[in-house]
């Protein structure tokens, strides 16, 4: 069977972690394709809200396996929190839980040598989520790595005694004080990879492969969104992995003609977290009025999420890089209550009017060309149908998907598995 693909198509917390536990009844395995723990998917069922940062959606539901790809880096430490996080839940992780041998290891000095990174860029930073990403990623293409596979070999401690002493030189290089107590974080970060070795470490695309061919199911799931692709997104303000339906392929060794549906999520506004241009941002009542009832705040940092009016320009993009064939649309019970709404449908671009992205949104080339929608205020939040749906909340997602081209197939009215409206 094919593999179908579940990404996200802005800056990231679009809602993947719900939508993913929604879907998770209709395929056998579910699996991860890249990025880490600066991921936080944020689940809710039965009055509880679950966040995951590097264990796949679909942990919850008695008959999925949950793959972690090769193209996730895995911090042991946060890994050993979110395990013992679901112990109440008596999940049979042996079973359910497969790791790569393929994936990268974060080791406590790429966390510290994050820190110094985006230190030393003073107002320049990335606004990174200090999880050790960039600088894991960057040790995989350098060739110097340390995989979930090495801890299978009795050289492994001293595979990572020299990469850790090399990281402490590096650090000591870039001119910030960073204060730490590296042996404190060894001993954190040994113990957790003990912990973690209970689990079942496997050739990820050799299962995946077989998984396909005894007809099974699998859904991937994306983490970030696409504008922070490391190819595609608002560069250098960006994470360090393929965030695009490409990295599916590379992240869990599928070829692209084994992929089924693209599944696109999207939130009926914008948000960002941490640094980088963002054309349709607001600083004004509407921003405060989305962030308030949205509960915009980082899952992972609990930073405050900056918001804005829907940018369709940024969207097409996403949904022709990815080659969206279905759409989700979350948050449109946010909206509930404003006057008028905006949908970014182009953009000035010094003195043209442009409807693709270009190479740079900075402020200082683009300028944002709104249309108007007339709001509605009534409250989604308990609506199950679509012909509950208010008509001007219609017509926003009507304009939406006539643009995209792609169907809208679910509207999401709540972080609820319930608050689901399939349509
Ligand atoms: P890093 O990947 O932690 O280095 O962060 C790089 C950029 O991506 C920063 O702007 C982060 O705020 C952003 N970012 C990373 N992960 C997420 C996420 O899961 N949701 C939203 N933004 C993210």
């Known amino acids: 069977m094919a593999v179908d693909l579940l990404l996200g198509l802005q800056w990231g917390d679009e809602g993947k972690g719900k939508i993913v536990d929604v879907l998770t009844k209709n395929y056998d395995v579910i699996a991860r394709f890249q990025g880490g723990p ?167 695309e050799e299962y995946l492969h077989q998984t396909q061919k005894s007809g099974k199911s699998i859904l991937a799931e994306g983490a970030q969104g696409s504008l922070l692709d490391i190819d595609f997104g608002t560069y250098p303000f960006v994470t360090s992995s393929n965030t695009t339906a490409a990295g599916a392929c590379t992240g869990l060794g599928v070829a692209p003609n084994k992929i089924g549906e693209v599944f696109g999520i999207f939130k009926a506004y914008t948000t960002r977290v941490g640094s980088g241009p963002f054309p349709t941002e607001l600083f004004d009542q509407d921003g405060e009025t989305m962030g308030r009832v949205g509960n915009e705040f980082g899952s992972t940092t609990g930073r405050s999420r900056r918001c804005g009016w829907l940018d369709l320009v940024a969207l097409k993009y996403a949904v022709q890089v990815n080659g969206v064939t279905q759409l989700m649309m979350m948050k449109g019970d946010v909206l509930s209550g404003f006057e008028k709404l905006k949908v970014c449908t182009s953009y000035n671009y010094n003195g043209k009017v442009i409807e693709h992205l270009p190479y740079s949104i900075l402020e200082e080339n683009v300028t944002p060309m709104y249309k108007e929608f007339a709001g509605w205020k009534e409250d989604l939040t308990q609506l199950t149908a679509e012909n509950e749906l208010p008509e001007n909340f219609m017509n926003y997602v009507l304009f939406l998907e006539k643009e995209l081209e792609v169907p809208i197939s679910i509207i999401s009215v709540g972080p609820d598995r319930k608050q689901t409206i399939h349509r």
């Open 38 to 204: 600066n991921a936080g998917h944020t689940l809710e069922f039965d009055g509880i809200k679950h966040v995951l940062h590097t264990i796949p959606s679909g942990i919850f539901h008695d008959n999925a396996t949950n793959v972690v790809g090769n193209g996730v880096v895995i911090d042991p430490v946060v890994f050993k929190k979110e395990l013992e996080n679901l112990e109440p839940f008596n999940i049979d992780f042996r079973s359910k839980l497969l790791i790569s041998r393929k994936a990268h290891l974060i080791l406590p000095t790429h966390r510290l040598l994050d820190a110094a990174s985006e230190a030393v860029k003073g107002k320049a930073k990335i606004g990174s989520t200090l999880k050790g990403i960039g600088p894991t990623y960057m040790d995989k293409t350098g060739r110097n790595g340390i995989r979930v596979g090495e801890l299978e070999l009795s050289t492994w401690k001293k595979t990572y005694r020299s990469l850790a002493d090399k990281h402490e030189k590096m650090i000591a290089f870039y001119d910030v004080a960073i204060e730490y107590d590296l042996k404190s974080l060894e001993a954190e970060f040994f113990e957790a990879v003990e912990y973690i070795k209970q689990l079942e470490f496997i050739d990820s």
